[in-house]
């Protein structure tokens, strides 16, 4: 079982910047690939980014395609997200999740950090 921690979130004027942090604890995260998430109250999940358990393939969504990077700190069980050129149509509670190796879905969650841009 893995357990999933997001932090990093908070306010942030338009054109600033977050790194958001998805900590795993109970399993590591090695051979596990990793998706941040979002979700706007009411709407669905947006899948924002992922990356692959060795750290070599990445895909971002075309909204925030170079603005923002996915990266992993294996040896810190880590997942890391960082936001550059906040909008405000980035504001939404952000999620990490983990797949386990042939996994079709993700089979962990975090619990969510909120990120708010301000105009």
């Known amino acids: 079982q893995v357990q999933l921690v997001e932090s990093g979130g908070g306010l942030v004027q338009s054109g600033g910047s977050l790194r958001l942090s998805c900590e795993a604890s109970g399993q590591a995260l090695d051979y596990h690939s990793v998706g941040w998430f979002r979700q706007i109250p009411g709407k669905e999940y947006e899948g924002v980014s992922c990356i692959s358990a060795s750290g070599g393939n990445t895909n971002y969504a075309d909204s925030v395609k170079g603005r923002f990077t996915i990266s992993r700190d294996n040896a810190k069980n880590t997942v890391y997200l960082q936001m550059n050129s906040l909008k405000p149509e980035d504001t939404a509670v952000y999620y990490c999740?983990?797949?386990?190796?042939?996994?079709?879905?993700?089979?962990?969650w975090g619990q969510g950090t909120q990120v708010t841009v301000s105009s």
């Open positions: 999740a983990a797949r386990r190796p042939g996994s079709s879905e993700y089979d962990y």
